[in-house]
């Protein structure tokens, strides 16, 4: 099978601009684009197979969460046509964008509840995609996130669970009964 | 540095991705396609709690989370090293009490591992990891392939999409699944970790429907990969596999997931 490879190199400032100005301005996003309470988790280069008609195309592929609509668009945008190719939308939870991750951790840091049982010391280790087991939580359902704390490269001693949607801390739970 | 390689009988390329750590592409073997795709989609962390008492076991509270192995989370650079017989990729991904070396190996008689090495204490020790390896071999192109799994002392066709646990049998080499060129009667053979508690998801290609940046394809449903399977035909179509370790944590870690494959019948 004959395949460019320049095809799977990383995309361009330029390319990944293009990619987002063309989805933005496809009607069947205009909602998302003109309400603006989205973020954009990934732009990466897509290539697909032949026989596939835009097999040796320079593809992007754009996954955006829509707050506002509490979904996930999936969008393949083909850069050499300039047109959104493939665009579908689901309830699946893609991973958290760098700017979610900060924000569950600002989130966390200034929660009463958390401060109240950080230990001295105790700093964000590390913020997880995180979705409860059961209806029960609501981390089930809704777009969330794990902050755990500890010391330094120590244990973590505190699990914080964050929903993004109304930036709320919903669950704080010492680290070792997690 | 480049990201061509040609050493080894091998040449493929490679890229860091957002999520799916080290992704190889268009691998081939002795200037025979072996492999459009392949990368690490996701590692998942779930949590059990131990008690004494079967009455008061509490089971698994928590749900299960994950971080992407990618440019956020990559400590130093991808590394490129050569070894007797072969050359190697590695990198080291890490946060918070996540720690994790990716290897990609590539020997000169045709074995490949994908491998995943997993440190850190992790939250506390009741907990398992999940790494999700996805391949996509394209032997001598992308279709007329077939899928076998070696069951009831035999090597058995496949002919549907669906899940394949290694069940402890496995043929002499140790193989448990393999990938046939039904032009070429190449094969990848596929033998897990046997402490991996492996399995394989055996899913007719389509484009697009990989690494959708989550393991999660929406509340209340199968998380992916099983999620992609359907009721499709595999026998002469393209087909990807994804093979997903579970690996609970213990004090003798560190651990390395993953399986050995290998290309044979290339002429």
């Not at chain 2, 992308?142 to 090597?155: C, I, N, S, Y």
């Not at chain 2, 049998?169 to 070429?184: L, N």
């Given at each position: ?13 330029g390319?990944?601009a ?5 989805l ?5 996003v205009h ?6 309470r ?11 197979k032949?026989?596939h008609?835009?097999?040796?195309h ?7 969460y ?8 999936d ?12 665009l ?7 991973v958290?964008?760098r700017e979610e991750?900060?924000?569950a ?5 200034v929660?009463d ?15 997880l995609?995180?979705w ?6 609501l981390?089930?359902?809704r ?13 973590p ?14 669950q704080?739970?010492?680290a070792?009964?997690? | ?11 493929f ?10 992704m190889?592409?268009l691998?081939d ?10 990368s ?10 131990e ?10 509270r ?5 971080l ?7 400590q130093?650079?991808?590394r490129v090293?050569?070894?007797r ?12 009490p996540y720690?994790?070396t ?5 020997h000169?008689?045709g074995r ?39 069951e009831?002392?035999r ?8 899940w394949?646990p290694y069940t402890?049998e496995?043929?002499?080499d140790g193989?448990?699944?393999r ?10 053979n596929?033998?897990p970790?046997?402490w ?5 998801f055996?899913?007719r290609?389509?484009d697009?429907?990989w ?5 999660r394809?929406g509340?209340g ?11 499709e035909?595999?026998?002469?179509e393209?087909?990807s596999l ?7 944590f ?7 997931a ?7 019948g290339?002429?």
């Amino acid at each position: 099978m004959r395949a460019d490879p320049t095809l799977f190199d990383p995309l361009t400032a330029g390319e990944i601009a293009d990619a987002l100005r063309t989805l933005t301005e496809d009607k069947r996003v205009h909602g998302m684009a003109k309400v603006g309470r989205y973020r954009v988790l990934c732009v990466e280069p897509l290539v697909v197979k032949p026989p596939h008609w835009m097999a040796g195309h320079r593809l992007a592929r754009v996954v955006v969460y829509d707050y506002a609509a509490d979904r996930t668009v999936d969008a393949c945008v083909d850069l050499d046509a300039g047109v959104v190719a493939h665009l579908d939308f689901s309830r699946a939870q893609p991973v958290l964008s760098r700017e979610e991750e900060d924000l569950a951790t600002s989130i966390a840091i200034v929660d009463d509840n958390v401060r109240s049982k950080l230990a001295l010391g105790d700093i964000p280790q590390a913020t997880l995609h995180y979705w409860g087991r059961t209806a029960s939580e609501l981390a089930y359902g809704r777009r969330s996130a794990a902050v755990l704390f500890g010391r330094g490269d120590g244990a973590p001693s505190l699990v914080a669970v964050v929903d993004l949607l109304d930036q709320t801390v919903t669950q704080v739970v010492p680290a070792e009964l997690w | 540095m480049s990201n061509v390689i040609s050493e080894a009988n091998w040449k493929f390329h490679w890229r860091l991705t957002e999520s799916a750590g080290i992704m190889i592409y268009l691998a081939d073997f002795k200037g025979r396609r072996v492999l459009w795709e392949a990368s690490l989609p996701y590692v998942t962390v779930d949590h059990q709690r131990e008690s004494l008492e079967p009455t008061s076991d509490p089971g698994e509270r928590h749900g299960t989370w994950w971080l992407p192995l990618g440019g956020r989370t990559i400590q130093g650079p991808v590394r490129v090293q050569s070894f007797r017989g072969g050359v190697e990729l590695s990198a080291t991904f890490a946060s918070g009490p996540y720690h994790y070396t990716q290897l990609w190996r590539f020997h000169d008689d045709g074995r490949l591992c994908p491998w995943l090495t997993i440190y850190g204490p992790g939250v506390h020790p009741q907990h398992t990891y999940h790494p999700h390896f996805r391949f996509d071999f394209d032997l001598d192109g992308a279709r007329d392939d077939a899928f076998e799994r070696f069951e009831e002392g035999r090597w058995q066709r496949v002919e549907r999409e669906g899940w394949f646990p290694y069940t402890g049998e496995a043929d002499k080499d140790g193989t448990v699944w393999r990938q046939v060129d039904f032009g070429s009667g190449a094969a990848i053979n596929i033998r897990p970790h046997s402490w991996d508690d492996a399995e394989m998801f055996a899913i007719r290609y389509h484009d697009g429907e990989w690494a959708p940046y989550s393991p999660r394809s929406g509340a209340g449903n199968q998380s992916f990969p099983a999620a992609y399977i359907g009721d499709e035909e595999l026998d002469g179509e393209d087909v990807s596999l994804w093979y997903v370790a579970h690996v609970h944590f213990d004090q003798s870690f560190p651990y390395t997931a993953g399986p050995w494959i290998k290309v044979e019948g290339l002429r």
